[in-house]
């Protein structure tokens, strides 16, 4: 696993807030001396998951034609960090965000080829989540907190920070007075360093929730 960080970019816009922390945890990565690359998401999906049991290729390979899987194993893989940078949609991660993190399922799954290296790649990595929205309301990014938080003991990744910046308008985010803009580029010269700890419980999970029966629908 190299000392890479990937910052992946669930906004559409370009030039938005979103935008803007991400630009901000990349300029902080980079200032650490860290190699990071900065992906948008549109760029790499076209499609949402399907039916894993009708969509795989012969082989069990993914059958979307789009440049979701170059991403997930060259660029997320064998990186050592990754921060996920979304506004908040309707008080969830943007639809982009959620494709990406749904998708990959499909690489997990136990029936996907090689699904235990996929899973022992994510172990340890070190996670952040950057944020931005229009409310001030402190609730309003608990569930996409919470969400990461269970994705990451899923894969058994470190979910090492949160960064929330509040902003309307195109740029709004750099005058909010808690300075999320510096917290993204701390968040980006700290991810690999930033000290973390978490108590876990972990249990084995089996490939199927409920034992065959020998009904089929």
């Known amino acids: 696993m190299s000392e890479k960080l990937l910052v992946l970019v669930g906004s559409p816009r370009r030039n938005g807030n979103t935008a803007t922390l991400a630009e901000a945890v990349r300029r902080g990565a980079e200032k650490a001396g860290i190699d990071v690359g900065l992906r948008f998401l549109d760029d790499h999906m076209t499609s949402f998951l399907r039916d894993c049991r009708t969509c795989r290729q012969a ?8 440049g979701y899987r170059a991403l ?48 022992q790649a994510m172990r340890g990595k070190r996670l952040g989540l950057v944020l931005a929205s229009e409310e001030t309301y402190p609730g309003a990014a608990l569930g996409i907190v919470h969400q990461m938080q269970e994705c990451s003991r899923y894969t058994q990744s470190d979910f090492v920070g949160v960064v929330r910046g509040i902003g309307n308008s195109r740029g709004d985010v750099c005058r909010d007075p808690a300075n999320p803009v510096q917290q993204a580029e701390h968040i980006g010269s700290e991810i690999l360093t930033r000290p973390y700890s978490d108590y876990r419980l972990d249990t084995e999970r089996a490939p199927v929730v409920w034992k065959e029966t020998g009904h089929t629908e």
């Open 72 to 119: 997930f194993f060259e660029e997320l893989l064998p990186a050592r960090a990754v921060i996920f940078c979304s506004p908040i949609y309707w008080y969830g991660m943007s639809a982009q965000m959620k494709a990406f993190l749904d998708r990959s399922f499909c690489h997990y799954a136990a029936s996907a080829p090689d699904s235990h290296s996929v899973l």
């Open 59 to 66: 082989n069990g390979e993914c059958a979307i034609a789009d």
